[in-house]
């Protein structure tokens, strides 16, 4: 009894010392600003749904580089293929021994030279690893537009500029 009469004599007084702003409506949250171009203006304290997977690319076809040493992108799929320290399913195809057999084109004979300079009888280990540099296509957007020119480009405009 006493603590239901010492409840009913303090409940005012706990009513108003609550916080003023406690029944306020809420400011407005503070939009995340992203920084990264791979969030699509999607704010940093938000989840987007995620773009569509994209498709590799599989036209069989050497490409046009970009810039001299570029080492050439694959045209074809590549999944479930293993490379590691025990095979490499590349080379299947691509070794010196099938390459005839299977129409594609030989690793390049640098792949063949080791760190020393000494020409070896096999891919040499630094190489033998190719989608370190060799990688396929996809039909992805690009992330950021570009306006790359290859050096080809330049000099042909470059001349005819000239004119």
Same mark, same amino acid.
């Given at each position: 009894m006493r603590r239901a009469l010492l409840l009913f004599i303090l409940l005012p007084f706990l009513v108003f010392a609550?916080?003023?702003?406690?029944? %306020?409506?809420?400011?407005?949250?503070?939009?995340?600003?992203?920084?990264? +171009?791979?969030?699509?203006?999607?704010?940093?304290?938000?989840?987007?749904?995620?773009?569509?997977m994209p498709r590799t690319e599989n036209f069989d076809v050497r490409r046009k580089r970009a810039y001299p040493d570029q080492p050439p992108?694959?045209?074809?799929?590549?999944? +479930?293929?293993?490379?590691?320290?025990?095979?490499?399913?590349?080379?299947l195809c691509h070794s010196r %021994?099938?390459?005839e057999n299977f129409q594609a084109p030989m690793v390049s004979v640098?792949?063949?030279?080791?760190?020393?300079?000494?020409?070896?009888? %096999?891919?040499?280990?630094?190489?033998?690893f190719c989608t370190q540099c060799h990688v396929v296509q996809t039909d992805a957007k690009l992330l950021v537009p570009s306006d790359f020119r290859d050096v080809d480009e330049l000099m042909s405009s470059e001349a005819a500029g000239k004119r």
């Open positions: 609550q916080d003023p702003t406690a029944n %306020a409506p809420a400011a407005p949250p503070k939009e995340a600003q992203s920084l990264d +171009g791979l969030r699509r203006g999607i704010p940093l304290d938000q989840e987007g749904k995620p773009l569509p992108t694959i045209p074809h799929a590549i999944d +479930g293929y293993q490379v590691d320290k025990n095979s490499n399913r590349c080379l %021994a099938n390459a640098t792949h063949f030279v080791d760190r020393d300079g000494q020409v070896l009888g %096999a891919v040499s280990p630094r190489r033998y």
